[in-house]
C-alpha cells in the first residue's frame, strides 16, 4: 500500500515514473491530486498496477471552487477528471467542507456525482470564520436536507447494516507484525454493504492502512470488513473516529467492543 501525495505530485513527472518503476504491480497505490494536471505517460504508467485509487481533493465548481481555491480552473480539472474516469480510474473526492461552499454541494453532487466512485466530506475546524456553524440554523438545515436528497442511491445504505459488535485483533495483520498493526473488523448482513463500508473507511482515512473484505460469507451469513491501523500512541483517537464515522452511516450507537484476549 503507497500513498502518494503533495503539493501536487504530477507536477513531478520525472520522479513519479522512477518511484513507480521501483514498485511491484501488485501494490496497491493511492494518488492524491487536486486534478490540475493529467499527464498520459504518468497515467498509461499508473494503468499497468493492479490497483490505482485517484484521491481528489476538489471543494466545489465554477466560481465556489475559484473561491475557496483561487488558483483552480475548473474547466480543466473537469476535463482531467474525464480523461481519468475514461481510463478506467477509481475516483474518490475528499472535499473540505467550509460556510462558503456547502451551499453548492447539492449541486456539485448532481451535477458532477457520476465523475467519482466515492465522495468524503471534511469539515473545516479552523480558521473558525470557515465553520460551517456560522450559517444561520433554519439555512443550514435547509441544505442538510438538500443533501440527503441529493446523496447518490448506487453508494447503498448502511443503516441496520452493521452488527453491533467491532472486534479489535482477533485477526492477523496482512500488512506487518501484529505488534505493530491494530486489526478491527466489522460484520455487515450483505456484500454490496460491506463494500460500501470498505471503501468509505480505505478512502476516508489517511491513517488507515489498508481495508478489505472476506471473499465470501461467513458461517453466519455475514461479510466480515477488516480495517488495518499502525500501532502509535495515537490508535486510541483513531480507532474512536473510525467508530464516529462508521456510527453515522450505520446509525448504529450502542457498540460492543470484543479485544482477543476475550
Given at each position: ?148 436528497q441529493a446523496e ?55 491513517f488507515v492502512l ?53
Amino acid at each position: 500500500h503507497v500513498q502518494i501525495t503533495g503539493g501536487e505530485p504530477l507536477l513531478h513527472k520525472k520522479k513519479n515514473l522512477d518511484f513507480l518503476s521501483k514498485l511491484s504491480k501488485d501494490v496497491k497505490i493511492q494518488y492524491r491530486t487536486n486534478g490540475s494536471i493529467y499527464d498520459n505517460e504518468v497515467t498509461d504508467f499508473l494503468k499497468t498496477f493492479d490497483t490505482v485509487h485517484f484521491l481528489t481533493s476538489i471543494d466545489g465548481q465554477e466560481d465556489v471552487l475559484h473561491y475557496q481555491r483561487p488558483r483552480s480552473e475548473w474547466n480543466v480539472i473537469e476535463e482531467n477528471l474525464k480523461q481519468y474516469k475514461d481510463k478506467g480510474f477509481t475516483i474518490i473526492n475528499t472535499m473540505t467542507v467550509t460556510s462558503f461552499n456547502i451551499h453548492q454541494i447539492p449541486k456539485f453532487i448532481n451535477e458532477q456525482g457520476y465523475l467519482f466512485d466515492y465522495m468524503v466530506y471534511t469539515p473545516v475546524r479552523f480558521p473558525e470564520e470557515y465553520r460551517v456553524n456560522l450559517i444561520q440554523p433554519s439555512k443550514l438545515k435547509q441544505i442538510v436536507e438538500e443533501l440527503k436528497q441529493a446523496e447518490d442511491p448506487e453508494q447503498g445504505d448502511l443503516k441496520n447494516m452493521v452488527y453491533h459488535i467491532m472486534e479489535i485483533d482477533s485477526f492477523a495483520s496482512k500488512m506487518g507484525d501484529d505488534k505493530d498493526i491494530v486489526t478491527l473488523s466489522f460484520s455487515v448482513k450483505e456484500k454490496a454493504a460491506a463494500e460500501d463500508l470498505m471503501n468509505f473507511i480505505e478512502k476516508g482515512y489517511e491513517f488507515v492502512l489498508d481495508a478489505d473484505i472476506t471473499p465470501g460469507e461467513q458461517s453466519d451469513g455475514t461479510h466480515k470488513v477488516f480495517v488495518e491501523i499502525e500501532r502509535t500512541n495515537h490508535i486510541h483517537k483513531q480507532v474512536m473516529e473510525v467508530m464516529d464515522g462508521v456510527s453515522k452511516l450505520s446509525e448504529e450507537f450502542d457498540w460492543r467492543f470484543r479485544y482477543y484476549k476475550n
